[in-house]
């Protein structure tokens, strides 16, 4: 068996197999181990280069980390660490958990990180959880391209291993539209059960941890993302029916509930009325639009208390707006450290989250300006006061910006967003060229047009400004133009930055935009699927409690966890019996019938030359995803069917 993994020989394997070779009596951390030691001795120095991981795990020893584990173990640390940086997950080859059986699934990994291609689609193939297997796959090639030299000599290694990671993501993307074909209801649970093989990973999990747009923006997961959006409310729930529950509370009872989803509960029940108030109040939903009224509510009291209330200490006391500003600020402070303190979220990714930042930033602040404002002597207030005024707008309009992200839920207004957010791009490098530009026209113009002057700051601003402004054709009265008029040369100088900056530049910065907004808008639906998953679950976690009310929410919070309350989630569940053998069918049927469809040519694998049958044509592929979309809608409603008659069969 040794011989054949290491010839990456999948006919002898699957002969080994076959045969009546038991995997778990084969397979253990030593011969793991072994495998991996035998497969890194006996590559060529070109093959080591691509190994990747392993260089990496060589480093790591090099370098005295993870001193007294085995290689496994710093493996396991660098799948978790560095393969996978936004995510908290445990090591998948703990030393202290060395009892884990292994399976498929670890030589899957050890055919990926020693690149036995043919083997890692053989044990594809043999696995059990072909979704999350692929998409780790996808982000194990991608990781192994963007780490070698990106020169003439690895231009075919990086290409085939980036062709790798297209063909495994194509190949989780075809699964799940498979199982969404076969049964709607059911694939949203496989997206969400957590993977016992992939430590307690979701699918879900794994498709924002490869950052996979398109797979996001299927009808599959949009789907989950609803049920998970709404909570234990109808998904088809009208927009306005939530919003009039959020003016007028008591409305809620009168909203459509889900039954019992509990996987241990064989029969539904109607929810009660304390049951319903807990649903609707737990629901993201519920909470973005208490949220989102709350943060509106706080820039008008905030712009009020900024209009007619800030004045020094010594003519008017704190107002009743400041003081709530403070209370309010501050515990919006407090959620932000309980979201930096959560285990679930790596420090690194909250920090890497610029709306995170901007929210210590007006926490820190509003509170150092208040601070500041009460410790003031009279004699600096006089004079100096306008500084407080002046923190006090900057926070105001931090808190306006922040409310830009609130719009990615939105499918209209997200997709702007994501315009906006790229354009600044744009505009960065317009910036830095038109920066060389004008202080090459400022400098040169100034020493043709002044030459005895002294040096001053006023002189760095004229450098400076006169560019700018006349980039935006505002001709100023400048101080040399009051003499004798300017030489000819000079004259030629300004045309030539007119044509440079005003016209081509210009020109240059609206172009792209304007492709910008088109690559944006041909792919809007996309954007907006994606970017919504981190919204949803960051309102999935956020506790109840609009504006001060949230304070409740905190504690309550806190009072679980010193209760030692196991946290659950919508994106994370665990199943059982019946339900977990359906689910576990679902995912097997979807697999054999992608497989026999790349073998009749159906399917078309784009990253890999691999199974890739000719190309028929853009209007027939498409023409084939809307009748796979068709299908599964008529599965869909004929399980509705099915289910309804069950329930109306006793009764007659």
Not at 152 to 157: F, L, S
Not at 188 to 205: F, G, M, N, T
Not at 375 to 400: G, H, P
Not at 548 to 561: C, D, I, R, S, Y
Request: proline share 4%; charged share 25%.
């Amino acid at each position: 068996m040794d011989g054949a993994l290491l010839s990456d020989d999948p006919d002898a394997v699957q002969k080994e197999l076959d045969g009546g070779l038991q995997l778990s009596e084969y397979l253990n951390r030593g011969t793991l181990q072994h495998l991996y030691n035998k497969a890194f001795e006996d590559a060529t120095h070109k093959q080591q280069e691509t190994y990747v991981f392993n260089n990496l795990v060589k480093k790591c020893l090099d370098q005295g980390m993870y001193e007294g584990h085995t290689v496994l173990h710093v493996l396991g640390e660098v799948i978790s660490q560095d393969l996978i940086q936004d995510y908290e997950i445990p090591n998948m080859y703990d030393d202290d958990k060395s009892d884990r059986p292994l399976g498929f699934h670890d030589l899957f990994i050890w055919a990926i990180a020693t690149g036995r291609v043919k083997l890692t689609r053989l044990f594809w193939n043999l696995g059990s959880d072909q979704i999350v297997s692929g998409l780790v796959a996808s982000m194990m090639f991608k990781f192994a391209a963007e780490h070698l030299p990106n020169d003439i000599y690895h231009a075919d290694q990086r290409s085939d291993l980036f062709n790798l990671s297209e063909e495994y993501k194509q190949l989780a993307f075809l699964v799940i539209k498979e199982c969404y074909r076969l049964d709607k209801k059911e694939t949203s649970d496989v997206l969400v059960k957590q993977r016992e093989d992939w430590v307690h990973i979701a699918p879900l999990d794994a498709i924002d941890m490869a950052e996979d747009m398109d797979v996001m923006s299927h009808a599959a997961c949009q789907f989950t993302l609803n049920n998970i959006w709404t909570g234990r409310m109808a998904s088809h729930t009208p927009t306005w029916k939530l919003m009039a529950a959020t003016v007028c509370p008591p409305l809620l009872f009168f909203l459509e509930y889900v039954g019992d989803e509990d996987p241990a509960h064989e029969h539904e029940h109607e929810p009660s009325l304390w049951d319903k108030v807990k649903f609707y109040f737990t629901a993201p939903v519920t909470k973005f639009m208490y949220s989102v009224v709350s943060h509106v509510l706080l820039i008008l009291i905030f712009s009020y208390m900024v209009l007619f209330e800030v004045r020094p200490l010594s003519k008017r006391p704190v107002g009743w707006a400041e003081g709530l500003m403070v209370f309010w600020i501050a515990i919006l402070g407090l959620e932000e450290l309980r979201e930096m303190l959560d285990k679930r979220v790596l420090l690194q990714t909250w920090i890497s989250n610029v709306w995170n930042i901007l929210d210590v930033i007006i926490v820190g602040l509003f509170q150092i300006s208040f601070v500041v404002r009460l410790c003031l002597d009279r004699d600096f207030e006089k004079q100096n006061f306008q500084i407080i005024r002046i923190l006090y707008c900057l926070t105001l309009i931090f808190l306006c910006v922040r409310m830009i992200p609130m719009f990615y839920l939105n499918k209209n207004m997200g997709p702007k967003i994501v315009m906006i957010q790229k354009m600044v791009g744009d505009v960065v490098f317009f910036l830095s060229v038109l920066l060389v530009v004008a202080v090459c026209y400022g400098v040169t113009r100034l020493a043709l047009t002044a030459p005895k002057n002294e040096f001053m700051p006023s002189i760095v601003e004229k450098v400076f400004l006169i560019p700018y402004w006349q980039l935006h054709e505002q001709m100023l009265d400048l101080e040399e133009g009051k003499g004798p008029e300017l030489p000819w040369y000079v004259d030629f100088l300004e045309a030539g930055y007119m044509l440079l900056v005003a016209v081509m530049l210009v020109e240059l910065q609206v172009g792209l935009f304007e492709h910008t907004i088109e690559r944006v808008q041909e792919r809007a639906e996309v954007y907006w699927s994606y970017y919504r998953y981190d919204m949803i679950q960051e309102y999935q976690d956020r506790p109840l409690g609009p504006g001060p009310f949230l304070l409740f929410g905190l504690l309550w919070k806190v009072w679980e966890v010193f209760r030692g309350v196991p946290t659950s989630s919508p994106f994370r569940r665990t199943f059982s019996g019946k339900v977990e053998k359906h689910l576990q069918e679902l995912e097997t049927k979807a697999v054999s019938n992608v497989q026999m469809k790349l073998e009749k040519g159906v399917y078309k694998l784009n990253g890999s030359t691999e199974h890739s049958p000719p190309d028929t044509g853009g209007k027939l592929g498409s023409l084939r995803e809307r009748m796979t979309s068709m299908e599964g809608e008529m599965e869909a409603i004929k399980s509705l069917i099915q289910n309804y008659s069950k329930k109306k069969t006793p009764q007659q």
